[in-house]
């Protein structure tokens, strides 16, 4: 229903940041939330952060711990998240996507997702 492409990723050093962009397109009329997951080398899909699209509610996953911060764009169709104080523990292939539902946290609450983009955190 919703095309997103995500942007932004690339290599770091650990204490660097990063700004990840997600641009929607198509049917998002149905969206009510973007979030962000990741997914390391041979580890599950993870939840990052999200924000619900009208309130502009973020909420985040607790490996967090206010290192990151969720935004939006409502007339430009895009999310954004912010990035400091980068570990190399946040080496992933970051994925935005969108769900019908508030709050959801799991994979499976996610019905579209964009192709990631690789950010790599070097020690």
């Known amino acids: 229903q919703v095309q997103l492409v995500e942007s932004g990723g690339g290599l770091v050093q650990a204490g660097g940041s990063l700004r990840l962009s997600c641009a929607a397109s198509g049917r998002t009329f149905s969206t009510y939330t973007m979030g962000w997951f990741r997914q390391a080398p041979w580890k599950e899909r993870e939840f990052v952060a999200a924000?619900?699209?009208?309130?502009?509610?973020?909420y985040y996953a607790n490996f967090v711990k206010g290192r990151f911060t969720i935004s939006r764009d409502n007339a430009k169709n895009t999310v954004y998240l912010q990035m400091n104080s980068l570990i190399p523990e946040d080496t992933a292939v970051y994925y935005c996507?969108?769900?019908?539902?508030?709050?959801?946290?799991?994979?499976?609450?996610?019905?579209?997702w964009g192709p990631g983009t690789q950010v790599t955190v070097s020690s």
């Open positions: 924000i619900t699209w009208s309130g502009g509610d973020p």
């Open positions: 996507a969108v769900s019908p539902r508030p709050f959801g946290r799991a994979v499976r609450d996610f019905l579209s």
